[in-house]
């Protein structure tokens, strides 16, 4: 087992010795990332790794929500190392939402600012086996997958579904981004985390996170997990 972190390149110098492919999982620190994934990119390409597999953000070409913006970033980053890749485009994990449930359901309602956009979202699992076939396969370098769930759902269909579930009565209420930002903030959330999640919101307005290419089912072989199955789950 090596252990390396990427706020030290230290910790990286040899780690990669050997290794020929790299799955580049993008940092959770806002405001580090780049820094931190170029320390990563560094050390794959001194040690000549084969293949580096990222985790980038849905359609990150085009889209122009904060959170994209260290994905385009790293993006470019990785092409300009000539270190070989694979850009595993993630759409929203629907963990996102189900790990709010008990919040759902003690409100009677999902708050956001989306409007009527929609988000094809998938399970962490589906787009882990995503990549455990592309780094287990010889066929996928310098290749762009767009990875999102099968179908896009609105929130108004989020909250029929956890309604529907539960036996209780859960509904969309739509805000102003002020008013979603301030929910978020007297909730707890650090005011620079609540200001993105917001901002995400408006991407998602503007069909940002609504692609559905089909690129995760084919790689995996599978149907995407749903929406009501995920709050099944959850649920439970």
Do not use: C
Request: no cysteine.
């Amino acid at each position: 087992m090596r252990s390396v972190d990427y706020s030290k390149p230290g910790t990286l110098k040899g780690a990669l010795d050997g290794v020929d492919k790299v799955l580049l999982v993008s940092g959770p620190e806002l405001g580090e990332r780049v820094a931190q994934h170029q320390t990563v990119i560094d050390a794959a390409k001194e040690a000549g790794v084969g293949l580096l597999a990222y985790t980038s953000v849905l359609e990150a070409d085009t889209a122009t929500f904060t959170l994209a913006k260290d994905h385009q970033a790293t993006e470019a980053a990785i092409r300009a190392s000539g270190v070989p890749f694979v850009f595993l485009r993630h759409g929203w994990y629907t963990e996102v939402y189900t790990a709010q449930l008990p919040t759902y359901l003690q409100y009677g309602a999902v708050v956001g600012s989306a409007g009527d956009g929609r988000v094809a979202s998938a399970e962490r699992r589906d787009f882990a086996e995503a990549a455990a076939v592309v780094l287990s396969e010889e066929s996928h370098r310098n290749t762009v997958y767009e990875l999102s769930g099968d179908r896009a759902w609105s929130f108004t269909e989020l909250a029929a579904e956890v309604a529907s579930q539960s036996g209780q009565t859960v509904v969309y209420r739509d805000v102003s981004p002020q008013a979603h930002t301030q929910i978020l903030l007297q909730a707890g959330l650090p005011e620079a985390f609540a200001r993105v999640l917001v901002d995400a919101d408006s991407g998602i307005g503007r069909g940002e996170l609504a692609a559905t290419p089909g690129d995760l089912a084919r790689l995996i072989g599978r149907p995407t997990t749903s929406l009501a199955d995920s709050v099944r789950a959850a649920l439970r």
